[in-house]
């Protein structure tokens, strides 16, 4: 186990997961496969009560870990433990350290006692210094392969429609995934998705779905993101020669990359007019125009 471990990946791949499982498991003093999860050692872990298992986190109302709570981590690591054995120290989201934090952190991580293992977990492995880096073991963690998060879905006891749809639109994410699963705005977003941007067919199927589009103003990013998700989703299943994904109407299954393509880059353009502050009610309805010439093209 090297000193000083780096997991990053994009949020909801495990990171997290995975630093407190290697954490518990260096403190575990039952028998077998560690963590055991059942003796003193695992259940202190798990309560965060054990005194050689420290986390750093941002203080009560504060988004960043100030280095107030690293220095206060870094002290109790600095001395031998309480109770023998190893020390465990986990930062949790390390990108969201201040420079300063990190700058104190990086001593620690020149001279690290024989006994500490710091575990640092980061979405964007570039906001840690470089410094920060280069003194750590770093794992890259890939998004899941949809098979497999079907598979954890339907542990979970999602029903297996669902749990179709969850793998194939979290782009990888498991934590993404249980989370969209229980957004009951995320569901209804969908369905507006569906009867609008995927409903256009030609310019006479506008009107009916600008009029679906006219009060969702305040959920515009989301709408956008879950027309991307299943945009990205047809474009892989098309390059390898799947079957269309759920949710598109039947028309879709004559869509080829190339056209999908086109219509991403009117979804871009779309995005690039909200921030731009363009009227809600233009911007789609130029999209959907996008959409329905190129749909039309697929009918021929």
């Known amino acids: 186990m090297p000193h000083a471990l780096l997991l990053t990946g994009e949020k909801g791949v495990g990171k997290r997961t995975l630093a407190h499982l290697l954490g518990q498991g260096l403190l575990c003093t039952g028998e077998?496969?560690?963590p055991c999860g059942q003796c003193r050692n695992c259940r202190r872990f798990i309560a965060r009560t054990h005194p050689n298992a420290l986390f750093p986190a941002p203080?009560?109302?504060?988004?960043s870990i100030k280095i107030e709570s690293v220095r206060k981590a870094i002290d109790s690591l600095s001395?031998?433990?309480l109770e023998g054995g190893k020390q465990v120290m986990i930062v949790e989201q390390a990108d969201h350290m201040t420079p300063q934090a990190q700058n104190c952190l990086l001593k620690t991580l020149e001279e690290p006692r024989d006994d500490a293992v710091i575990l640092l977990t980061c979405d964007a492995e570039s906001s840690l210094l470089p410094t920060i880096r280069s003194r750590c073991r770093i794992i890259r963690m890939q998004p899941w392969a949809q098979s497999r998060l079907e598979e954890a879905?339907?542990?979970r006891g999602i029903d297996p429609p669902r749990a179709r749809k969850l793998a194939l639109y979290c782009e990888g994410s498991i934590?993404?995934?249980l989370e969209m699963h229980k957004d009951e705005e995320y569901w209804a977003a969908r369905e507006t998705v569906s009867k609008s941007f995927l409903a256009v067919r030609r310019s006479a199927d506008l009107a009916g779905a600008a009029q679906v589009l006219k009060n969702a103003k305040d959920q515009g990013e989301l709408l956008l993101?879950?027309?991307e998700q299943q945009?990205?989703?047809?474009?892989?299943s098309l390059t390898q020669g799947g079957q269309t994904p759920p949710g598109f109407p039947a028309w879709w299954s004559s869509a080829r990359p190339t056209g999908v393509r086109r219509i991403m880059d009117a979804l871009m353009d779309a995005r690039r007019q909200k921030n731009a502050n363009v009227g809600w009610a233009a911007l789609t309805e130029g999209l959907m125009q996008s959409i329905s010439e190129e749909v039309s093209t697929w009918q021929v």
Request: net charge positive; hydrophobic share 40%; glycine share 8%.
């Open 175 to 177: 934590g993404r995934a």
């Open 59 to 63: 203080l009560p109302k504060e988004k």
């Open 225 to 227: 993101d879950i027309l």
């Open 32 to 34: 077998g496969d560690k």
């Open 153 to 155: 879905l339907l542990l």
């Open 79 to 81: 001395r031998p433990s």
């Open 231 to 236: 945009l990205r989703a047809l474009l892989h």
